[in-house]
């Protein structure tokens, strides 16, 4: 079989808009986004869904279809915006667009939304299995241990040995340690 270079094929990127209407608006919908893209859409969807180890639905729905939006279209958001995520995906929703913008694109859309589905799921059972528990241990030790080493260079170890020292010398007396904390009892 006889070898043809990849660029006699003459393939272009597909940079296919659709223009949908939004009160008198004309908004561009991408059709087609480019596979880096799309992994970072997942990415930040998984992120921000997972709740407790488990994704909670509704932080799914709503994170997914603003992650469209936001890439898929030409709809610029202000920082002030973005700041209420809730508040904007019920404007977005109540009024209409996200379904306009999943219309414009819906292959795109149901291709990544299956996607998304299947990462989660997996990354779900992988969080909650005994490898994935035993990695989040084994990756918060650092951070622990840390925290371990500052609380032990604040002990008094000068307290420690006369605590140590009572609890030898009054090892009868059940109530040494709480005298010593304590007082003498009235």
């Keep these: ?54 994704v909670n639905p509704l932080k799914l729905e709503k994170y997914f279809n603003l992650y469209f939006v936001y890439k898929y279209t030409n709809i610029s958001f202000s920082d002030a915006n973005r700041k209420d995520e809730d508040a904007l995906y019920d404007i977005l929703e109540t009024n209409g667009v996200i379904d306009a913008v999943v219309q414009a694109s819906p292959d795109d859309y149901s291709y990544l939304f299956e996607k998304c589905e299947e990462y989660l799921e997996k990354y779900e059972k992988f969080q909650n299995s005994f490898y994935g528990m035993a990695t989040k241990i084994v990756n918060s030790v650092p951070e622990n241990m840390a925290e371990a080493m500052n609380m032990l260079d604040n002990l008094d170890l000068e307290k420690i040995a006369k605590t140590m020292k009572v609890a030898q010398l009054n090892a009868g007396n059940e109530n040494a340690l709480e005298v010593l904390v304590n007082g003498q009892n009235k």
């Design 1 to 54: 079989m006889a070898k043809i270079s990849f660029n006699k094929l003459n393939l272009k990127k597909d940079t296919t808009i659709n223009v949908i209407k939004i009160g008198d608006v004309e908004i561009e919908v991408k059709n087609y986004l480019p596979i880096e893209e799309k992994m970072s859409l997942i990415d930040l969807v998984v992120q921000d869904s997972m709740e407790y180890g488990f």
